[in-house]
């Protein structure tokens, strides 16, 4: 389901209106509801609100994903998706943000079933994987914690990251904020990391 | 002014990375590449980010300066460089990394000029809303460096809100990015937004990723005028009140307006231009909206003549008049009119002429100062035209004269956090190779 909300002057959405709707029914899609009362509208973006704590009630536990792709691989990654869904043996809900092309498939499992566990990471970097391969990002909206740290190496190049390290470390250089977050250890420049980087590597032997 | 001859030693290097034809040692054409008179020793025409990436790590071991250039619109803003040892040209970096008009993005390297992005995706139906003046010259290098803004910005936002990728070279040499291709996108620090009017000060930037827009079918111009500032502003007001949402909201004093094609359209007033896209019904609804304020209503070549007037402003002034001042101002919406009462009334008791434009929907004002005759002192005017202003204007000095370039930096606001801006400097351009002197620090 698209849910499209217009907004604008009452000329200008009318005829949009009109415009949506013809494009909708040359894709082929099924019906196209138009909200009648102000009621009906809320109650339609009631429901997209809901969507991901209605989920609850198919399966326990859910793993929510923020990948990007470019708009054009929208139907690409969907399918992609599904395979990943069969692949892995898991039920994949997609709610997401489709004219800006921002993922959020939902991953459900059951977080007592330790092995199901790993196979929605592997999903999750799966589809992530995707993301990147068409051109997209692995965050649309949520940033990069520790979670996704090692696959920037996947969209940025080791010189890129220097770049942005030695930007942090000019804020930020003993790594006081949010330490070993968002910029992954750099395999080069020893010398500019950050002091949490240095202990890591001090840790490993390195 | 002063030529420099330190690098010509150099040639062999820097032909070896860009090819011995695109090394310029010409003295006659070097002098037509001047820098505020400062004639550069050699300059570069590098074809890739890897070529622009070999020039800085060569001319950052050797502690050579170097200014990057595009089309050379704005090269007059800033101090006078010390010396340029190397003019890095980034006119070749025309390379298209990814289009598909289906994504509505767009990413290009940063020679392509603004008239060639928007003739390239106009023919798709998409729209390029950097309209910076000059756009047959202006790169998409030199507006995204600059931070150039023109009438768009007031419907589609500025730069920074769709640029959505950018590429670029360090004063180090390294070779960054920040964003991608995607409309959103959270990945790494937002190095499009460090970068955008960055002056050219931190690093070289060789492409950029762009969100596009649906061209509108069909535009029109409205035009309204007001006998004094407080009216136009009253006016302003009234449209950012109504359900109207235009492309384009542009204040044109009387003076600005003389300027503009057949000496202002609305005469000795101040004038309103508003521009309105969409259909039939959707621009009659703008006339009853706009009421009888509406003195003119302009299309087709009349209105792509005006508005290119209007976008080239800040070039038809000093033109005009190069002994003026332009400042470019950035101020809080309520602020616009007090500023404009006190440019005028600056002007009156220093016997000057003053002129403004803007897109003061947001805030953003021209305002021009020059002599009216008579010997005046602009420098003492504009002291005390930047001395009135608010406390959270932004300000500085698009135009000067060359006599008064010395003082013009004081007249910037004075950065409130510049050792932080120093840190950033330092982190990316430590030995100050580029653009050395002409902005800030």
């Known amino acids: ?206 | 002014m002063s030529t420099t001859t330190t690098p010509v030693r150099f040639l062999r290097e820097l032909r070896e990375i860009c090819g011995a034809g695109r090394v310029i040692d010409d003295p006659a054409r070097l002098e037509q590449a001047q820098v505020l008179g400062v004639t550069p020793a050699v300059a570069v025409e590098p074809a890739s980010t890897e070529e622009v990436a070999a020039v800085l790590s060569f001319a950052n071991a050797q502690g050579l300066s170097v200014v990057p250039a595009g089309g050379f619109t704005q090269q007059q803003t800033g101090n006078t460089p010390q010396a340029i040892d190397v003019l890095l040209y980034t006119t070749r970096l025309t390379d298209v990394e990814h289009y598909d008009p289906g994504d509505l993005t767009i990413g290009i390297g940063a020679g392509w000029t603004i008239a060639q992005l928007s003739s390239k995706v106009g023919a798709d139906g998409l729209l390029f809303a950097g309209d910076a003046p000059l756009p047959e010259r202006a790169t998409i290098g030199g507006l995204l460096a600059t931070g150039m803004t023109g009438p768009l910005r007031h419907g589609y936002g500025g730069l920074r809100d769709y640029c959505i990728g950018i590429k670029f070279v360090t004063g180090d040499g390294r070779k960054g990015k920040g964003g991608g291709r995607v409309v959103k996108n959270v990945a790494g620090f937002d190095m499009m937004k460090l970068l955008i009017g960055s002056q050219g000060t931190l690093a070289i930037i060789t492409g950029a990723s762009f969100k596009l827009f649906p061209a509108p079918r069909q535009t029109s111009t409205f035009v309204a005028g007001f006998a004094t500032a407080a009216e136009a502003i009253q006016y302003r007001n009234t449209v950012m009140r109504s359900p109207l949402s235009p492309m384009c909201l542009e204040l044109v004093s009387p003076q600005a307006g003389a300027l503009l094609p057949g000496g202002g359209r609305s005469g000795k007033v101040w004038s309103v231009y508003l521009r309105a896209s969409g259909s039939d019904a959707v621009l009659a609804r703008y006339r009853s909206e706009l009421g009888t304020a509406i003195a003119l209503e302009i299309d087709g070549h009349d209105e792509q003549e005006a508005w290119r007037a209007i976008e080239d402003f800040s070039h038809t002034l000093p033109e005009r008049y190069p002994d003026s001042v332009l400042i470019s101002l950035s101020l809080p919406l309520a602020d616009v009119q007090p500023v404009l009462d006190d440019l005028e009334s600056v002007a009156a008791s220093n016997n000057l002429m003053s002129a403004a434009i803007g897109t003061v929907g947001v805030g953003r004002l021209l305002a021009g100062l020059w002599p009216a005759g008579e010997p005046a002192n602009l420098s003492a005017a504009v002291s005390a035209f930047r001395d009135r202003l608010p406390r959270d204007a932004s300000a500085s000095v698009l135009h000067c004269p060359d006599k008064m370039r010395s003082q013009a930096a004081a007249w910037e606001k004075t950065p409130t956090h510049s050792d932080s801006m120093k840190a950033v400097k330092h982190a990316l351009d430590a030995k100050d190779i580029l653009n050395r002197g002409r902005f800030l620090f």
């Open chain 1, 1 to 206: 389901m698209l849910l499209i909300e217009l907004e604008g002057l009452r000329e200008a959405v009318e005829e949009q209106a009109v415009a949506v709707s013809e494009v909708c029914m040359r894709q082929k899609a099924r019906e196209v509801r138009r909200a009648k009362t102000e009621d009906e509208r809320a109650l339609l973006w009631k429901g997209r609100k809901m969507a991901f704590a209605a989920l609850g009630r198919v399966s326990p536990s859910y793993y929510t994903q923020d990948g990007v792709v470019p708009r054009s691989k929208i139907p690409g990654v969907l399918q992609h998706i599904g395979e990943v869904g069969k692949k892995y043996g898991l039920i994949i809900g997609n709610v997401f943000h489709a004219g800006d092309g921002n993922l959020h498939p939902l991953i459900l499992f059951d977080m007592r079933n330790a092995e199901q566990f790993e196979m929605v990471l592997a999903a999750s970097r799966d589809i992530l994987q995707y993301c990147i391969d068409v051109g997209g990002s692995i965050t649309g909206e949520h940033g990069v914690g520790m979670e996704k740290r090692d696959m920037m190496r996947q969209l940025f190049t080791d010189e890129e990251l220097d770049v942005m390290i030695s930007l942090r470390n000019a804020f930020n250089g003993e790594e006081v904020l949010n330490p070993e977050k968002m910029l992954p250890m750099p395999r080069m420049c020893r010398e500019i990391m950050g002091a949490s980087q240095n202990a890591v590597l001090a840790r490993e032997g390195m």
